[in-house]
Every structure is written in structure tokens, then in C-alpha cells.
């Protein structure tokens, strides 16, 4: 009898841990599904149109925050066909909205194409979409009349001309071409019509950054060269994006050079020159 109970209770027990780890298999299956960074939304943006209703990170100010700001709009999402409204995070900087993607804060961020491969070749997991945003015209902001604007559009048009403005772009972007044409202000050149003081932020590479502790990049060698051309000694203001059109209206900077877009919005406050080239503004998600 004694035997028989034994056989049973061992019987009970193998029941009992097969019960066990059955249990804490089908645990274990369940979490492989879930999303550790809780950023489940992020796998199925593809493009513009699956933006609806998720957490979208874009820099103040920036032309990515107006084209974003659409997504909240209640009334744009009911004509899109009722679809649920976004949450815009904006941040000071491009870098800090990545960051916060990176962490699973957010599932996308709009910005520029260049900052973007700067960013996501820094930050691992994260991709670009290859669908673009949108196409958008860089130009040099300045105050409305500012007697700037014929004079930067004549300097800007011989820099075209004679080719410089494309060595400048092609020294920061391209693998074949980066570093290879640095600017250089011709020798000898005379400044005698003052100072340039151009407001930009530096920390939105290949446009502006710093770099061994001098501000460098495309706007900031457009600008020199901009410069040399009007007889100008160069000063440069860093600040944040968003306040740049400020500081040109209350005189503390001359012009923005800042990748800054020209939209109808900005045309209310300050003038643009002709634009200097052309970008596209993309998505950022995590792989």
C-alpha cells in the first residue's frame, strides 16, 4: 500500500512540474511578442500616411514641427477619414528628439535628410524611411527691407556661377567627395564694410556643428564666403533655432544661415534671399 501511495505522490509531483513549466513556457512565448522599448507603433510607420495617432518627435521651430503639427489637428484628421490625432513632442534640438526615439520614447521623428544620417549613423536601431516627407528650398534670413538682401542675392549668384557653392555642399556630404574641397577665404582680401553677424545653431551637422571647437559646416563656410564677397569680417551667434528670427528682428544678428526653410509663416516676419539649395525632409523610426 505503502508503495502504491509512494507511486501516486511521485506521479502527482511529475503532473504538477510539467503543469509548472508548461505554464512558464507559454509565459516566455507571450513576452517574445512584446516590444521592450513599449514602442510598438514604430514597426508599422512605412510613410506619411501611418502617422496618425502616434507620438511624433521634431525640433521647435523647424519645418518638420509645421508639417507635423497637421497629425494634431483634429479637424485634418477628420477629413482624412476620422483618424486619430497625433502627439507632437518638440525639443530644442534635432539631437535630444533622436535621443528620445532611441529610448522608445517616441515612434518617429521628422527632420532634415542630411541631419538625419548624421544622427542615425551615430545612434544604432534607428533607420530612415526611404519615403521622403517632403522637398524644401533653403535660403538666408534677414529683416524685412533689409538692403542685405540684393547684396547677399548678387553675392550668392556669383558663388553659384563660379562653382563655389557646390565644392562647399560636396565637402560635407557624399562619401567620394567629404573633405575634399574645404573653403578657404581668397588671400588679401580687404573687409572694410564691416561686420556679418549671422545667427544659426550649431548642432545640426552638416549645416552647422562645431568641430575642434570651431563652428563648422555648410551654412558656416556659405556664410564666410558670403562675407568675403561683401567686404564683411564674419561673426557668428549660436542659439536656438527657434529664436532666430527674433534676434533678426530686434538687431541682434543680421541674417539667420540655419538651414532655414522659406514657408508663408516666416514670410510674415522676415525676408529670404534666393535659395542656396535643396533638401528633403524624412522619417526616422526604429529598425
Known sequence: MKAIKKIISITLIIALIGVFYGCKGDD?????????TGNANAATIKSADDLWGKKIGVQLGTTGDIFASDYEDAEKASKAGDKPV?????????ADAVLALAQGKLDCVIIDNEPAKAFVAAKKGLKILEEE?????YAIAM???SELKSKINTALAEL??????????????GDETKGKTPYTSPEGIERPNGTLTIGTEAQFPPYEFIKNQKFVGIDIDLAQAIADKLGMTLKIE??????????????????????????????????????YTISTQVMIVKE
Do not use: C, H, W
Not at 516566455?28 to 521592450?36: L, Q, V
Not at 553659384?160 to 556630404?173: F, L, Q, W
Not at 527657434?242 to 509663416?265: L, Q, Y
Open 143 to 145: 529683416k524685412k527691407g
Open 86 to 94: 497625433a502627439v507632437i513632442e518638440r525639443y530644442n534640438k534635432g
Open 238 to 275: 549660436d542659439m536656438q533655432f527657434n529664436g532666430i528670427i527674433d534676434a533678426i528682428n530686434s538687431g541682434k544678428v543680421d541674417v539667420g544661415v540655419a538651414a532655414m526653410t522659406v514657408t508663408e509663416e516666416r514670410l510674415l516676419t522676415v525676408d529670404f534671399s534666393d535659395s
Open 160 to 173: 553659384k556661377a563660379d562653382g563655389t557653392i557646390d565644392k562647399i555642399i560636396n565637402n560635407y556630404i
Open 28 to 36: 516566455s512565448a507571450d513576452k517574445t511578442t512584446e516590444n521592450p
Open 133 to 137: 516627407f517632403s522637398v524644401e528650398e
